[in-house]
Nanobody
Framework: QVQLVESGGGLVQAGGSLRLSCAASERIASVSAMGWYRQAPGKQRELVAR???????NYADSVKGRFTISRDNAKNTVYLQMNDLKPEDTAVYYCNAYPYPLDSWGQGTQVTVSS
């Protein structure tokens, strides 16, 4: 069973940047696409970015132009570069497969953006 470990979150001021990493315990190259998801308090988990094995990328409108997703299949790692962060980006961020997330989610990484 693939295990996913997210890291890189923290507390930043509005306008700041963070880079999240997601390390998978097994090869993720066999997965058709990987996504970064987030869940804010009291809200449902939402997809913010996704990347296919061949590198096709899509973003949620709310993060387009500010976030960049990438993957390194040799390192079994997916990244999310987040720039110009806003208070509404505050959430726990998770990575998982897309469009069918694996049953086992990681612990996520908390991102808190202060105004």
């Amino acid at each position: 069973q693939v295990q996913l470990v997210e890291s890189g979150g923290g507390l930043v001021q509005a306008g700041g940047s963070l880079r999240l990493s997601c390390a998978a315990s097994e090869r993720i190259a066999s997965v058709s696409a990987m996504g970064w998801y987030r869940q804010a308090p009291g809200k449902q988990r939402e997809l913010v970015a996704r990347i296919t094995r061949s590198g096709i990328i899509n973003y949620a409108d709310s993060v387009k132009g500010r976030f960049t997703i990438s993957r390194d299949n040799a390192k079994n790692t997916v990244y999310l570069q987040m720039n110009d962060l806003k208070p509404e980006d505050t959430a726990v961020y998770y990575c998982n497969a897309y469009p069918y997330p694996l049953d086992s989610w990681g612990q996520g990484t908390q991102v808190t953006v202060s105004s």
